[in-house]
């Protein structure tokens, strides 16, 4: 079954990133990172993704992704096929 892929490389001051896979599961569970870091790539049947900022690159199932909007917070429903805008993206609470 194919999975939905996400790679995202930070480009500027801290961007926060949250991301749930299926049945709620954390993959990465809310956390900052600025330039340099290193965020692994998730693979999942569907993800749920927001991010704090749009200082981030985004490829989405091997493309690049643009970001579009300023400083705002971007929700995001990633499945193999397609990448929707989400209204209420998770929260990354324990």
Do not use: R
Request: glycine letters at 10%; charged letters at 15%; hydrophobic letters at 40%.
């Amino acid at each position: 079954m194919p999975k939905a892929t996400l790679a995202l490389v930070p480009t500027g001051t801290a961007v926060w990133v949250c991301v749930e896979g299926p049945g709620k599961t954390l993959l990465i569970p809310g956390q900052e990172f600025i330039a340099g870091d290193k965020i692994k790539t998730i693979s999942a049947k569907k993800l749920w993704v927001v991010l704090g900022n749009h200082n981030v690159t985004a490829t989405i199932n091997g493309k690049p992704y643009p970001l579009t909007g300023a400083g705002s917070e971007v929700g995001l429903v990633i499945t193999p096929t397609a990448v929707k805008t989400d209204p209420s993206p998770p929260k990354c609470t324990l």
